[in-house]
């Protein structure tokens, strides 16, 4: 009796959870969660309809349904994630497999993967010989794994190539030597060793070649026909910003996408390879972004005695710049201008601001409004998937003559058949994944590989994939020549803008008196809580910018949760990854007043922290040692910085007035007191000057 129960109880589990409106077929429900020996599946039961013919009369044929059940991997050990590559029916599941192959690397290494795909291939060839009605299914799953090696191979070379040794290969030749001499597995990775020890020969020459080509380029530049130094206000803003575009779609294309990864891009275990780097890609695309907003920052302030009247034609003219990224779909050096105009030492020279003309002013609101962080950034998230694939921007403004120029830019396009790429801002892409990596867990409470991770990851790099596509649209050719100009623009560092900046308009009130003044001008832009100069804030060890990325200079980096919220119907104004008790927050530390690194990682504030819990986390992640009482926490504020209290509550401390993500800096007591008597003295400079 109590079986039967069971049984109609099940019954009804299934007829619920296959209940469908009319018209619908092939709806895939969740059922239940399953758990087994080293492994956590999800339960979909799937209901598929099929048309069967009748015995008596072929014309007429009855509508069948069934239901299947399909299980997922939510968790498990490596052997079992390993196992799911290829379903109990010999299939290719092609979804887990693009999403395995795009984040492994987080938890596994290519040749422990590799010898558990033969180690799996080896008991199937077993336990065909044992069981022979096994046979036929073990016989499509072995060549199913094998499918799964070479596309691997296919998709992600660059994992094999470990070189000097290839280890990857040597496994993988020999393996398919012994088992497996009718595929062309082994053939395959013969030719990669060989081509992998070719470019690696060609790379050694071509360092060695390099050296030698530098006496090439200057009896090149002393034969050439001399041209004159560009000066940037000669330089056309379209021209510049195309040039901008270029450099940016070419490193865009070669961002490798796993490498955005949190695990990867916070290089947790600290492993380097041979000679390495961590994620090259990335920081190329880092540096250039930082590159940008410096030269911002720097063609504003180098000419103290500029009048306000001819800086305000500099401001005027990187803001047109910016207006022609826009029109290229370029959103990373456009964030970068937006950023480098947003910098505090360039931010506060109200007597330029002012000289803008209202035109200029409504524009570069109208831009700055895109990097907005208003929820979570939707505006900038939604406009970037609207225009993704689109051949042309969709511009509006609310002002009637910049409206006008948008329609006539328009028509242009028609006419003419222009068809813009898409460049996106990969801080957005960086910071999601960083966030995901920080706030859900990479095991269950039970040991095992959390998988749903990975595929929220992987849902963030399949739109760096898709965006990547569209930057292949650009056709703009190389000009060495703005870029000769581009590079010798002296950039200067935090102190220096400041400095500079206060020689131009010196700080002749308090700063709460100039606060409330500064409310009513209403000749500046509203300034954007989310304004900053460094590219990401993702973690890393070692990334060396310019000195200038301060965020106590009113430049923060920006907060923004997963970008998967995008598409969800459900998405809500709060962040996924904070709650009453705990929140995400941006961390960085500084070892010393020359310290160049300006890229932050993300810790998990908890309610309960005090400020020698958060300092110890904060050491942890940058794999620092020392006790917390040598060091200060700091909160970074958009106009200084906050002193969290020595035995203080940091999560009730901290200031949350702005509603932006909250930024925290370390950096020893020593250091932190030479920069107050630094300020000191340059307040006492200000105050000479001003005399």
Known sequence: MRARELYMKWIKEIEMAVSLTDGQDDVTRFWREEKENGAIYNVYLKKVTYHTLSDLDQCKGHLMWETQKIRVIKAGTLEKLVESLVTVRGELDSTYVNVFLATYRTFATPIQVLELLIKRYKWLERDSRENKERKENNENQQKTFKSVISVWMDTYPDDFRDHPDYTCLRVLETFSHQFIPESDLELRAGHKIEKFQRE??????????????????????IDSEYQKPLEFLDIPNNRLAEQLTFKDAELFKRVIPHHCLGAVWARRDRKLGKGGTIAPSVLATIEQFNRVSLRVIATILR??????????????????????????????????????????????????????PKESIDL???????????????????????????????LDSNNKILRRRNLQKRRSWIENGIVQGTVPYLGTFLTDLTMI??????????????????????EVLAQIKL???????????????????????RVFDENECHDLSCYIEPVKETP????????????????????????????????????????????????????????????????????PDTCVVRVRFESGPESDTHVYKSIMLKNVDHTHTVIDKV??????????????????????????PEKGNVFYAMNKSDGSEPVFVVRTRQDHDSRTQHRKRGRRKLKNWSL
């Open 303 to 356: 000419t103290r005695e500029l009048k306000s009247s001819l800086r305000a034609k500099i401001l005027q003219k990187w803001i047109d710049i910016a207006q022609e990224l826009r029109q290229q779909k370029n959103f990373s050096s456009l964030k970068a201008i937006i950023s480098g105009l947003q910098s505090h030492s360039v931010y506060r020279l109200k007597r330029s601001w002012a000289s803008l």
């Open 467 to 489: 965006l990547q596509s569209a930057a292949q649209i650009y056709h703009f050719q190389e000009d060495k020549h703005i870029w000769a100009w581009f590079d010798s623009v």
């Open 437 to 458: 990596d920080t706030a859900i867990p990479d095991r269950t409470e039970c040991g095992l590989i959390n998988f749903e991770k990975r595929r929220k990851e992987f």
């Open 364 to 394: 570069f609101q109208e831009l700055a409004d895109i990097f907005s962080n208003d929820n979570n950034q939707i505006l900038s998230r939604e406009l970037l998937m609207k225009e993704a694939t689109a051949k042309f921007p969709d």
């Open 619 to 644: 050491l942890d992640k940058y794999s620092k040692k020392g006790p917390s009482s040598n060091y200060c926490l700091l909160q970074v504020l958009s106009d200084g910085e906050l002193l969290i």
């Open 200 to 221: 690696a020969a060609c790379s050694s020459d071509g360092e060695i070649k390099f050296q030698f080509s530098i006496v090439d380029e200057v009896d090149h530049m």
């Open 512 to 579: 709460s008196r100039l606060k409330k003044k500064s409310a009513s001008l209403g000749t500046r832009p509203a300034r954007l809580e989310g304004s900053k100069l460094s590219l990401v804030s993702c973690d890393s060890s070692s990334l060396s910018t310019s000195n200038v990325d301060s965020p106590s200079q009113g430049m923060s980096h920006s907060s923004s949760t997963s970008s998967l919220l995008s598409c969800d119907s459900d998405t809500t104004v709060s962040s996924p990854f904070r709650s």
